[in-house]
Nanobody
Framework: EKLLVESGGCLVQPGGSLTLACTASGFTFDDYAIGWFRQVPGKEREGVSCISGSDGSIYYDESASGRFTISRDKDKNMAWLQMNSLKPEDATVCVC??????????????????????WGKGRQVNVAS
């Protein structure tokens, strides 16, 4: 079975930092695009950050830009989202996703969840005192 498993977190004080990890099981990322999505009850999934499979392009949404950093390691078959200067409004479920096919680039307009073929179950992020 091909799975994505999120780990890390899940509670941090406002202004603090937290890193989420995404690990592939049963497959390798290869040159797939990897994305982190925000899942808020009652809303559609929204891309926080994505990284391409090969050309190095990266997307951050407005809320993440300047505070978050996405990265990947092909040897470890993992990806991360480092989050700094966290705010209470950042509290959400973060979901890792992979395209499931070679993705040379990511669009600068967003992560486009419809491109993703594999999804994790999500990791709760809480930002509170």
């Amino acid at each position: 079975e091909k799975l994505l498993v999120e780990s890390g977190g899940c509670l941090v004080q406002p202004g603090g930092s937290l890193t989420l990890a995404c690990t592939a099981s049963g497959f390798t990322f290869d040159d797939y695009a990897i994305g982190w999505f925000r899942q808020v009850p009652g809303k559609e999934r929204e891309g926080v950050s994505c990284i391409s499979g090969s050309d190095g392009s990266i997307y951050y949404d407005e809320s993440a830009s300047g505070r978050f950093t996405i990265s990947r390691d092909k040897d470890k078959n993992m990806a991360w989202l480092q989050m700094n200067s966290l705010k209470p409004e950042d509290a959400t479920v973060c979901v890792c996703a992979a395209s499931g096919y070679p993705a040379t680039y990511v669009y600068q307009s967003g992560c486009h969840y419809e491109r993703m073929g594999y999804w994790g179950k999500g990791r709760q992020v809480n930002v509170a005192s």
